[in-house]
């Protein structure tokens, strides 16, 4: 079973709206960590956003923020006033606590995201 | 700051040669994670190192790849007799661990191998 959903192969929004990039995730851990990256073309991860299990607020980062559903193993990401910049693949990441010992990424397929004027 | 920095960016080998990538993370981050990423997915863990030890290889890892830190700073990750499916972006990644604590990993921007 798939440990990261993202069910969005693409979207596209228009410059200065908002848009919501949509995660699913499983887990058996009560610790865990939840992490939104951007890809541009040209291939490196650019880290966005974090957010733990045991955060009782939704993360914030500048146009950024996440919106944790626990019960519902969601953790969307969502971007407000897009920018032209902003067109790029966003990957959702997991990392589970296992013992404090396994801090290895699981990286779900991604959303590849056009922003249009 | 420096960033997390990987060379080659880009190799071009051929089928059953061996290739060799150098990672140099963000200076004084202890861990140091590699992943493969094919086209259309997303990266997979493959190994991570704190400082010089290899904690943790993936099953992915197979005998053809090997991975060093020899002195907890920048490492290598070396593939023998190369195949046509190692064909894929080879991201390095590091992070500042703490125990308990937040622990983010920060990218490179990669090493594009094609296997001819």
């Known amino acids: 079973a798939q440990k990261i959903t993202q069910t969005q192969p693409g979207m596209f929004v228009q410059e200065k709206e908002a848009v919501t990039l949509d995660c699913t995730y499983d887990t058996s851990d009560q610790s865990y960590g939840l992490f939104w990256y951007k890809q541009p073309s040209s291939g490196e991860m650019i880290f966005l956003i974090y957010?733990?299990?045991?955060?009782?607020q939704n993360a914030t980062e500048g146009r950024y923020s996440l919106n944790f559903q626990k019960a519902r193993k969601s953790a969307n990401l969502v971007i407000s006033a897009s920018q032209l910049g902003d067109s790029a693949m966003y990957f959702c990441a997991m990392r589970e606590a296992k013992g404090g010992t396994a801090s290895k990424l699981t990286f779900g397929t991604g959303t590849r995201l056009q922003v249009t004027l | 700051d420096t960033g997390v920095s990987q060379d080659p960016r880009h190799k071009i080998t051929k089928r059953g040669q061996n290739v060799t990538f150098r990672c140099d993370p963000i200076?004084?981050?202890?861990?140091l994670y590699w992943y493969r990423q094919t086209l259309g997915q997303g990266p997979e863990f493959l190994t991570y190192?704190?400082?010089?030890?290899?904690?943790?290889k993936s099953r992915l890892l197979s005998d053809r790849f090997s991975a060093e830190r020899p002195k907890g700073s920048f490492s290598t990750l070396e593939i023998q007799r190369t195949e046509q499916g190692d064909s894929a972006m080879y991201l390095c990644?590091?992070?500042?661990?703490?125990?308990?604590?937040?622990?983010?990993?920060?990218f490179g921007p990669g090493t594009r191998l094609l296997v001819l």
């Open positions: 990644a590091s992070s500042p661990w703490t125990s308990g604590g937040q622990e983010t990993q920060y």
């Open positions: 190192f704190q400082n010089e030890a290899q904690l943790e």
């Open positions: 200076s004084e981050h202890n861990r």
């Open positions: 957010q733990g299990s045991y955060d009782e």
